[in-house]
């Protein structure tokens, strides 16, 4: 938003309910080369820059829980799941990706948001399910990076303290500190107006990105040459071995749903193509960054999943950058962990902005003339730093970071329960809804072979979305048993 936000509110020109608010043209520019087909500021994304949004969003600290996920279903299983499920999210995004615009692929009106674009193609109580599932996802991560991100500062404590005192000391550090840390950061970055001015951050992380998880490669592949190495098998943990009958089923369920959620990046995949700028066709160029991104992931996917199993075996820690699968070199350790928290600080923006901007644009919607809400307030630290100040976002967006902040700490095994959520939300936005629309918008007909198989790709994926679901709710019952209120340590 800009100074002209409030009286494009007051005039009456802000965006519809639903819809997501750019500020109009600097007055005398309305027709010049500085606007979209729109009226809306003038988008300068490329392939380049949709790719580090979807690297960022994608591939979190997650990708070091692969290794864990393979030892559950083993060599035959565990590959071919990370390759289904990437041809799987690319061929859904691309079906997304066409409904950035309804009708003309080129010309046709924009879809700002997700949700717009359902409520382009499907009905009411459609939109309203969208809703609940996306935004409930992007609370739920930006609370879950919250502690992913304390989970690896504290690494580096413990890093430090185990090549200090000797493996065996007692190196547990309370994560409550690092919380506090990482959401006071995010109160600053959350003043970042839009996503289109978050492209340099997404960059940022996307680097971090690879570099951590460079490392645990370079250093599962250490493992694997200097030894010693752990028992692997083609069908994973051995049932009376490793885990019982039980355990082996509730945990081949979790892995199988953290692939496939570790590729899910559908609820903000509008958003992003929303920078893109045209010509192309939007459609074209997030198709590119969409194969560009899910292919970069994929080969890193198994790289960590298949190297991290081959070194550590069916003992594969949960995460073999902070569980201490690797306690030297200590320095690399520590580096690693301090990638994957600046990653962290660019994915959690990435994921909370589609939320700022549904919050602001409906308080702008909603009212209109209120100053608190739409008025700019320009600020200047020098000549080359200006910027504007806007006291709801200001506040709002604090709210919002400490509220996430203190749920984080009360809930420390909400990794668990953002499993659940991410379980419950992977069918309905990664495969329905896109499925659905793409139905709807090139109009094929019941029981045709297309038709067919469509829906049987999205119920398939509802079975996996299913299962995982009944696995991550083992694991929350498991995690409450042991729970104690701020006394959770790393």
């Not at 608010?21 to 300068?44: A, E, I, L, M, S």
């Not at 739920?140 to 185990?162: Q, V």
Request: hydrophobic share 45%; net charge positive.
């Amino acid at each position: 938003m800009t100074k002209d936000v409030e009286m494009a509110a007051r005039k009456g020109n802000g965006a519809v309910a639903g819809e997501a608010y750019y500020p109009p043209p600097p007055p005398g520019q309305g027709g010049g080369v500085d606007v979209d087909d729109d009226g809306k500021h003038r988008r300068t994304g490329t392939v380049w820059t949709a790719s580090a949004h979807i690297i960022t969003a994608v591939i979190g600290s997650g990708v070091l829980s692969l290794a864990w996920a393979t030892a559950q279903l083993g060599w035959v299983v565990g590959p071919v799941t990370l390759m289904l499920f990437a041809g799987i999210t690319y061929y859904t995004s691309s079906l997304l990706a066409d409904c950035y615009r309804t009708g003309d692929p080129a010309t046709g009106k924009r879809n700002y948001t997700y949700m717009d674009a359902v409520a382009a193609y499907l009905s009411r109580w459609q939109v309203l399910t969208c809703g609940v599932f996306q935004y409930v996802n992007l609370v739920g991560t930006a609370i879950g990076y919250t502690i992913t991100a304390s989970i690896s500062a504290a690494a580096i404590n413990k890093a430090n303290c185990y090549h200090k005192n000797g493996r065996e000391a007692d190196c547990g550090v309370y994560d409550s500190m690092y919380m506090v840390v990482f959401g006071t950061v995010q109160i600053f970055f959350s003043q970042v107006p839009n996503f289109h001015d978050l492209w340099w951050l997404s960059f940022l992380a996307a680097i971090m990105s690879f570099t951590y998880a460079s490392i645990a490669v370079g250093l599962s592949l250490a493992q694997v040459i200097s030894g010693p190495t752990g028992k692997t098998s083609l069908t994973g943990t051995e049932v009376g071995v490793d885990v019982t009958s039980a355990e082996k089923i509730w945990l081949t369920f979790q892995a199988l749903g953290d692939i496939a959620f570790a590729y899910s990046y559908s609820m903000i995949l509008i958003e992003i193509q929303d920078t893109v700028k045209c010509p192309p066709a939007e459609n074209k160029t997030m198709k590119k960054a969409t194969m560009l991104g899910v292919s970069t992931t994929t080969a890193f996917y198994m790289l960590c999943g298949c190297l991290g199993y081959a070194a550590f075996g069916n003992g594969a820690k949960g995460n073999i950058l902070t569980g201490f699968g690797f306690y030297e070199p200590y320095w690399l350790i520590d580096f690693a962990n301090v990638c994957i928290v600046v990653h962290l600080v660019g994915a959690y923006q990435v994921f909370c902005q589609p939320i700022f901007a549904a919050v602001e644009t409906y308080a702008a919607w909603r009212w209109p003339n209120a100053g608190f809400i739409t008025r700019e307030h320009p600020v200047s630290a020098g000549k080359k730093v200006r910027f504007s100040l806007n006291m709801f976002r200001l506040t709002w967006r604090t709210a919002f970071v400490i509220v996430s902040t203190v749920l984080a700490i009360l809930m420390p095994f909400f990794n668990d329960i953002l499993g659940f959520l991410g379980a419950i939300g992977f069918w309905p936005l990664t495969v329905y809804f896109p499925v659905e629309m793409y139905i709807r918008q090139r109009r094929i007909q019941k029981y045709t072979s297309r038709w067919v198989a469509l829906q049987t790709l999205s119920f398939l994926c509802f079975l996996v979305s299913l299962a995982a679901a009944v696995g991550s709710i083992e694991g929350v019952t498991e995690s409450l048993k042991h729970y104690v209120p701020f006394k959770t340590k790393s």
